[in-house]
């Protein structure tokens, strides 16, 4: 069913799209990933970026219908994404990140070169898709260095950048927020470097701050001093440096504000 067909709904035309006519039983969202995906929504405060789209979109309760179980489910989040409020791009690109979790998680030979036929048949610009890309490896948690490269394109927008660094903060092996590698606060300061996205959550100021000191204390010291003398914000910024520099065996892997 072509989702240009005017005799087609465009729910109808997305929904053909998760379906393999060699594997018609097959339904992408298996039992394995629904798991992850919830435990991935659990790690991330209950929000994916996937959820935070939805809302933005009038969805209330993404995590109802995402993610869907059975096709009946599928087509009810189709179709709440299609009576949303964004335009028809959005909506593709909202499709776009649905597709990649069925399609992609399990390995691209599932369904192969899936993504750039239908970037280019609903001609999304590559931007879009770009972001899109950027924002389902933060929420699989997979090539979050891939993402953080992608982000630092100047034609992306700067939204969500709380959620985005508490996906990087996630980057490491350990089962916590709290447990990070220096890898991990490498990527952080690069995301804030590179992306330059505006910092206004004190979590946010403080977990790129600890990210610093663990790339350079020079640079940590430095970003605190460029915050006016006696403001609450470089006070605490400076107590968080030195608490690490106190207690370097359990910040080593803790950029995670206390």
Request: with cysteine; charged share 20%; hydrophobic share 45%.
């Amino acid at each position: 069913m072509d989702i240009d067909d005017p005799n087609s709904s465009a729910v109808d035309a997305w929904l053909a799209l998760f379906t393999l006519s060699s594997h018609t039983s097959v339904f992408p969202f298996t039992p394995h990933k629904l798991q992850f995906i919830e435990s991935r929504r659990v790690l991330m405060s209950d929000f994916l970026l996937f959820d935070v789209l939805l809302i933005r979109g009038a969805i209330p309760t993404p995590d109802i219908l995402f993610p869907p179980s059975d096709c009946a489910g599928l087509r009810k989040l189709l179709e709440a994404i299609d009576g949303s409020v964004y335009d028809r791009l959005k909506k593709d690109c909202l499709v776009y990140i649905l597709l990649k979790w069925a399609w992609d998680a399990d390995g691209r030979e599932t369904n192969p070169g899936w993504d750039i036929r239908f970037v280019e048949k609903r001609c999304i610009p590559p931007q879009f898709a770009a972001l899109a890309d950027a924002y389902w490896l933060l929420d699989t948690g997979s090539n979050l260095a891939k993402a953080v490269s992608i982000l630092s394109d100047a034609r992306l927008n700067r939204d969500y950048v709380s959620k985005i660094l508490q996906a990087l903060s996630l980057s490491s092996p350990a089962t916590s927020a709290t447990d990070s590698s220096p890898t991990t606060a490498a990527l952080i300061v690069k995301y804030i470097r590179t992306a330059k996205p505006l910092l206004i959550e004190p979590d946010d100021i403080d977990l790129y701050v600890l990210s610093l000191a663990q790339v350079s204390f020079t640079d940590a010291w430095t970003y605190q001093r460029t915050f006016p003398e006696g403001s609450g914000t470089r006070e605490r910024l400076l107590s968080n440096i030195v608490r690490w520099c106190l207690m370097p065996n359990e910040n080593t892997a803790d950029v995670r504000p206390h």
